[in-house]
């Protein structure tokens, strides 16, 4: 078994008597963490055979606190160019836009995964995949599972929000 180091953001802040609820649930490899813009996240160490199944166990334990659940995992996958500069470090804005652009560089840069006036947003896992493998950049590996799991949380709250859990379960199932 592997420990894997991960965060997931939950809806809102424990009250004390969650917290032990939580801790109760299993997630005692998990430590609450506020920050500043008001998010608060669990930060988990967990043993399991592959990232993926480690996330689902912890948002399963999450699930027996009545009203708390998880709405994000990670850092967040989506980025724009210039996130992407930021949270590369050696790379410019300018940079970046030319190798998507496919003005520089092998050609191939990963696709927006959105794209919305003028704005376009990337897979960050991609794209540092793409960087690392394409361009030799010396940055670390962002394992996908991250990235999927961050949109099926996200998915997953919007189908709460709206009142449609049934139908996008329906939906996974045959897409």
Known sequence: MITWNFRVTLNREPTDDEVDALYEAGLDDCAVAGHRDGSVQLMCDRDADSLMEAILSVLVQIREVEDLWAVGIGQGDGVTLGDAARRHGGRTQASLRQLAAGQRGPGGFPEPVIEADNISVYSWA???????????????????????????????CRARILHRESEVRRLLEVA
Request: proline share 3%; no cysteine; net charge negative.
């Open 126 to 156: 991609e794209v540092s995949e793409w960087l690392r493998t394409e361009m030799g950049d010396d940055i670390p590996q962002v394992d996908r599972s991250l990235a999927l799991a961050d949109a099926a949380v996200k998915l997953a």
